[in-house]
């Protein structure tokens, strides 16, 4: 069984290759072959047109495990600092890497980049890429789950990841559904720059449309910050917002956000989409495993999405591994078992999380507002409490129960 254990996985995103890496860093027996749809991009975008990522203390360590993060870290922005504040209201608090005692609360990192190291990363330990290929269909021999490409090659596997975000048409066939729920509201999201140096502070702002991330690129010069934006609206408000030209929306973002930083010099392409939870009903069925997006979509104000994708990368690689030891087979339910209860309490907490956060960033008038600030003065006098809500963000699994 070990030596001919085979793991298929579809979708050549950051979750796909990170579940392929942590799979073949794992068991180096193991025959993973992933699958992409679009051929991968080469070349570096615009600094101020890149789309990124968080990635949390527990994800940094996951990275360093694959050999990733040695390289990686060179390319990040730090998060020394995140200053949470309520725009034109009293309350607010810093939270710093001293209440925690660690040299960064986080990273930010350009997807692109990130992307760019997974691939080479998989490609260096064995993964088999096949880009561009796409699934036809998901099609089972009656022994062992597998797909049929568009060149109508049929490709059978032990174990199938389903890593390719949302695909109704995969659900159906395995008769799998999605609970979709509407926030209300829309993620725009966009690369700004300030003058001055970059100073590794995040900022969470509550505005008057709605939560808003700042968080720190690496500076492309020692004259100019840049910063990664997601910023929350109401689906009434996204419209409006979205069709200001360029300074116009310059200008909406600078009050929104203040001058904290100063006069916003430059905004980058934006992008626009409905913040829609999705919940896979079953995460298994029948050798198919459906992970990253794929099961579960998170409130981006937390930036947690990905670093729930690696640890349960991680998770399920251990879990595959400790099976092949034991000459078990890698896709059957009850050895999977284990993985699947884990992910769920990790998955509800982090849903939880994340949801009551976004909760709290929203507008809900001039009673509930009051509390909240409240809330946020107090935590910048009492350091106990400040460092347990800055712990939780780091992702360590102390931090967690």
Partial sequence: ????????????????????????????????????????????????????????????????????????????????????????????????????????????????????????????????????????????????????????????????????????????????????????????????????????????????????????????????QRYNVVWSVPDTEAPALGALEGPAFSEAFQAAFGWRLGAVAAVGQRSQWPLVRLLASEQYRAGYLLVGNAAHTLHPVAGQGLNLSLREAGLLAAAVGSSMRRGAPIGQLNHLSPYLAEVTEEQHFVTHSTDLLATLFNRRGPLLDAPRNLSLALLDLVPRARARVASVGTGRRSALR
């Fill in 1 to 224: 069984m070990t030596d001919s254990a085979r793991v298929l996985i579809l979708g050549g995103g950051l979750a796909g290759l990170s579940f392929a890496i942590a799979l073949a860093a794992e068991a180096p027996e193991l025959n993973v072959t992933l699958l992409e749809a679009q051929p991968f991009r080469a070349g570096s975008p615009n600094p101020l047109d890149t789309r990124a990522s968080a990635l949390n203390l527990h994800s940094v360590e996951q990275l360093e495990q694959w050999s990733l993060w040695s390289e990686l870290s060179r390319s990040v922005g730090v998060i020394e600092e995140i200053h949470v504040s309520h725009r034109g209201h009293f309350g607010s608090t810093l939270m710093t890497t001293a209440d925690l005692g660690v040299p960064a609360l986080g990273y930010v990192v350009e997807n692109h980049i990130l992307g760019a190291a997974l691939l080479a990363r998989a490609e260096q330990l064995g993964v088999t890429i096949r880009s561009p290929l796409k699934c036809q269909a998901l099609q089972s021999d009656g022994c062992h789950p597998g797909v049929m490409t568009e060149d109508g090659e049929v490709l059978s596997a032990d174990l199938v990841l389903l890593a390719a975000g949302a695909a109704p048409e995969w659900f159906h066939e395995l008769g799998i559904t999605v609970a979709e729920r509407s926030t209300h509201n829309h993620a725009i999201v966009f690369n700004a720059s300030f003058q001055g140096q970059q100073a590794g502070r995040a900022f969470e702002r509550f505005t008057s449309h709605g939560p808003l991330a700042v968080l720190p690129l690496p500076s492309i010069s020692r004259s100019e």
